[in-house]
């Protein structure tokens, strides 16, 4: 039976993001509408029964230009949450359902975040939310965290760096009040693995 297709759409697709919660599927993902630069819609797709349909795919944003990088999580009451780059704004946003992807309220997380490329994001036990994304315009590594579903943003430079570019590639991740973000590193004597660590929610790195 697998694999199958979820959308039949003649797609090119720059970015993809999965969740999983229980038997239901969740994809996030970016079309370029125009190859030769970042203009893409933000769509999702959403199956019920563990992967074997799908419901029809929906575009979530298409006001702009979205930028190619985005990243799914659900917290534990079924809410989801999208995290993409807006390349019109050049903001970091935040796509947040409570109705399973029925309906979505755009959130702008970082506005003074100028470039942001790849981004990832987490959800914890108490289901705070944890975003780790690359602002160009600082070459540096950021972060921000929500404790109240999006509304209000937390933000700190982990590693602003003294390289060229610092977190360009990204990934975090969170365990009790642990939070850790893996990295990239661009420096004039080659490219770098980096890891970040807080102990105290992302207060401190």
């Known amino acids: 039976m697998f694999p199958i297709t979820v959308d039949p759409e003649d797609l090119y697709i720059r970015d993809i993001s999965l969740a999983v919660k229980g038997n239901d599927v969740y994809i996030a993902y970016t079309h370029a509408i125009d190859t030769s630069d970042w203009t893409c819609v933000l769509k999702f797709a959403r199956s019920e029964d563990d992967g074997s349909t799908w419901?029809?795919?929906?575009?979530?944003?298409?006001?702009?230009?979205?930028?190619?990088?985005?990243?799914i999580a659900a917290d534990s009451e079924g809410s989801l949450y999208i995290s993409y780059w807006?390349?019109?704004?050049?903001?970091?946003?935040?796509?947040?359902?409570?109705?399973?992807?029925?309906?979505?309220?755009?959130?702008?997380?970082?506005?003074?975040?100028?470039?942001?490329?790849?981004?990832?994001?987490?959800?914890?036990?108490?289901?705070?939310?944890?975003?780790?994304?690359?602002?160009?315009?600082?070459?540096?590594?950021?972060?921000?965290r929500s404790t109240d579903g999006g509304t209000d943003w937390?933000?700190?430079?982990?590693?602003?760096?003294?390289?060229?570019d610092v977190g360009a590639a990204n990934s975090i991740a969170t365990d009790g009040n642990k939070v850790y973000i893996s990295y990239t590193s661009f420096t004039e004597t080659g490219h770098k693995l980096r890891f970040a660590k807080s102990t105290d929610l992302g207060d401190t790195w």
């Open 55 to 71: 419901n029809d795919p929906i575009t979530i944003d298409s006001d702009g230009e979205i930028g190619g990088f985005v990243s």
């Open 86 to 144: 807006e390349h019109a704004s050049k903001r970091l946003k935040l796509a947040k359902s409570t109705d399973y992807g029925a309906g979505w309220e755009m959130i702008t997380v970082d506005s003074e975040a100028s470039v942001v490329w790849e981004n990832s994001m987490a959800i914890d036990y108490a289901d705070t939310l944890y975003i780790s994304y690359y602002d160009r315009d600082v070459v540096g590594l950021k972060f921000s």
């Open 154 to 164: 937390f933000t700190i430079h982990p590693d602003t760096g003294e390289t060229a």
